[in-house]
């Protein structure tokens, strides 16, 4: 136990049972040269008791640094862990001080005059050091001789002139640094490979900025960065995973920039101190991570009442704005509980204007969130390599202040207005991998900004970065209006700005008049035959309805060049989703749905419903509601049941609920979260898995009894045949769902595998090609694993290949799906989960690979192969259906074409129903011709109710006729007559007894 130091006049003193008698001089008594701690002293005065254990020195302040005393210090030197030398006004230290210290913990050199180089080089024997204080000397940079100390955690170099923390690399244990009062302008470069930092501390320098290797510090838990010269706050470091307190004030920050704020990454920060800065804009977004947060003397006029909706959730959240020049609320309002008692009350008063959902979507990297966040903060800003940025949908809000001319209620003149336009921005990512997931979100009336970088285009490129994405939305919906958006403009001159301009609106020209030219060649090859069936009226009626189509798919034709880097073009973009806004016909009014338009009064209890799902989502562990039970409640709530579609409707259109109306099943749930959906989808569908999911990292999986061998064994599955194991999945999204909610995860399994259609349940893997849908599963109760097609990314099986082609010549039936000029993507995937539905199509599937199954029919003898390839150039595709006979005896028991149609055809349906929520898809249905084997028309199918009255169809190759009577001619053809098949079987029977005696000598009488 250490004990009080007391003073005594040697150092040698520590070893002796009683203190020694020293003669001291009548005229002058002799001076202290240390304080001494020991360990085990059995009593706190200098008379102590004799004890039988030794007293070890091990805490020694020197009170000066004579011979006689750094000799002293050496005889104890083996013992000592701690030695404090402040304030003695040393210019360096000497060398034979502290090279005997082989156990010292802790060396105080504070309040001295130390300066470079006067650290000796017997300091790299410390091996031990663990904290060092350095504080109030003359250093101007980090003393060399620090790398050498391996142990250190705690380094305290304060009130130095210090301009530079290189050095500090080599100190990879140091958890404390403290780096006050110096003068230092960058300091996270150098400090960013402290992996172990916990507290920084470098107030009262002259730091300007924080940079991205602020990420790398994710053990950082308190962070002071106060009085400096800090203009912006980057949100790098308020994503921090493991940070509690951050301290910014008295800084020259003038605005915070915004962020979403992740389910996963909701991580509460216990204080955040702004206060003494230049912010100008309520950062109401840093209340969702918050308990405490310090904004006082800045120049916030508004406190946002959307944002303010937070602090009124949580009662113990504290908001501190004193000393800012508030207009709303008025100053003379002060008070936590009187600002929230006097924004409710205005919130009542306040109308509410319809706003708009914004889809911002282009290739991947191409400036998509920086251009966001430039649009939301007002200001420059850059996002690259954001973390967790660069995976599914990022929601952000977004106000303008948009100018209106109304008609004056009282005496009917025309007036200006400002209104509130409310924006929700949806950041889709443009990696590839997300081009099926994204497509549910694209069926409603939006605007949609789509981005490529500028610097980097060519002609050539036009239709990756343009045409592609045009396609993608063509094929979905034609309620976008499309505005055109250049990013990186600030890289390139004025003259190479207007030449890609002009090169883009040519090819957007020579886009829409290809796409027109394969309809009107169609139309035209139509028009131009003797006689049309009604097939073929029909076909050019849908030829034409994809003419008019286009139309309504509005395309900005002129490019708006912008830099997120230098805010250059947000002005224009501003302006044209005003003008937007403004054209009322732009979004009318729809015979379904009754809707206030875009920047028109929403009536109060239509808010008041959208306020009490907002407040009731953050209570809900899964925030969905079925369709009955959220009428119900709603409807009980705040009555008016005759407009709760309208109500569901207008939330969806402006972002704050997902209602997919048209949806089969989706129809019946409104997700009244929608961030919630988004960050389940993420971790399902996400480019980067292999990196992201690690058991390390998340103790989810220990939690829920994973090894390391079997998340590896989950893992590879998932990455190399696109399996995932239900257990597995719980663990993924157990931040979002805890485990121990089987009843919630089983709920939000359902509507992932029959809503979503995201894959369907897979029986155990027992051969290479073989995961099998095991046809007792009838709940997700019983599935124990999960087979994702979008993910699955296998090669055909040679099993598959030779099965196939053993069945060449044997009876078949065949239709091929032709598209011409875009396959939307994803649609392959959703065909094969329709087609696994056992109660429906008897299907077991035998093989699965990335485009391609193929399945057994249970009651027909009657194999399927769905495949699709991709057109020439990477233009169009073709999706082909083909069965094939595959009973035992298929010469003389084939099964009949008229029998596979039973099963084609309700495959053909589904494709049906899932082809009409793409209207702008042009896709021509084929079969194969049983004469000529080269594809005919065959126009829509309908589902004969007797098989062998199949509709008759004309090959267009051949004109040959196409129906059931030649099929069945061709089979008998094929048939031996009546005697000859009995003679074959009398053969073989009389063949099975001659080996039933010879085998059994005993009864060949029988």
Known sequence: MNRRKQPLQTASHATQKKPRRVKISKNLAPPLMAHLGYQGARHLHPQRLPTKSAEKTVSVRLLDLGNETIENVQKIAETVKRLMVPGLCLKSIPENLTDRLVVLEKLDLSNNQLSDGSLPESMKRLEHLVELNLNTNNFTKVPPALKKLKSLSRLDLSENSIDSLNGLDKLRKIQILVVDNNKLTSVFKEVCHLKRLEIFRCRNNYVKDIGVEIRQMKQLTDLDISNNKLSILPTDVLLLPSLETLNASRNKITKIPAFNIKLHNRHYVSEIDLSDNQITVFPGHLLRMTEKLDLSSNQIKILNMNAMKELERNPNQELIVDDNPLVFPPAEITGQNAILAYIQEARLNTPVYRGMKILVIGSHRSGKSSLIQSMVDNQARLAEDLNESVAGIDLYDLVLDCEMKVKNEEDGKMQKEIRPLQLCLWDFCGHPYYQFPHYLFFEQPSVALLTFNMKEFTPQKFNDMIGCWLDWMIAKTNSLKVVLVGTQCDKMSKEKIKEVKAEVKKQMTEFKNYHESILNERINHISQKSEISPTLTERMFSYRKLLIFTDTFTVQSDVIATSSAEFVGFDQLRKS???????????????????????HKVKTFWVDVENYLDEKSNSMVVPIMPWDEYVEEVTTKFGMKKQIKDITQYLHVTGKVLWFSTAPVLCNYVFIRPAWLFELLRNIYRHDFEEKVDFATDDTYKQMGFSQTRFDRNKRELLQQGVMDKDFLRAIVGYLIPPDMKEQFNFMLDILLRGFKIGYPAAKKTKEMTYNLSPEIENVDNVSKILIPWIRNTEEPEEVTSLWEDHNDRERVAALLRFPKYMPPGLFELLCVGAQKVEKHNLTFKAHWSNGILAR????????????????????????????????????????????????????????????????????????????????????????????????????????????????????????????????????????ARRARNSNPVDSDT
């Open 857 to 992: 029919h249970n009651k027909i003898d009657a194999v399927l192969m769905i495949s699709y390839t991709n057109g020439p150039k990477g233009k169009g595709a073709s999706l082909k259906y083909e069965l094939r006979d595959d009973s035992p005896d298929p010469m003389y028991y084939p099964t009949r074409p008229a029998a596979m149609w039973t099963i084609l055809l309700p495959l053909l349906q589904d494709f049906e129903e899932i082809i009409k929520s793409f209207k702008g898809v042009l896709v021509e249905r084929q079969m194969l011709c049983k004469f000529c084997q080269n594809p005919s028309f065959l126009g829509e199918w309908n589902t004969p109710k007797e098989t062998q009255n199949l509709p008759e169809k004309i090959c267009e190759v051949c004109n040959e006729k196409v129906d059931t009577d030649t099929l069945v001619q061709q089979r008998e053809e094929k048939r031996v007559d009546l005697n000859t098949l009995r003679a074959r079987i009398a053969a073989q029977a009389q063949e099975a």
């Open 577 to 599: 989703i005003e003008l937007i806004a403004k054209d009322e016909n732009q979004f009318p009014p729809t015979p379904e749905y009754n809707l206030p338009l875009v920047l």
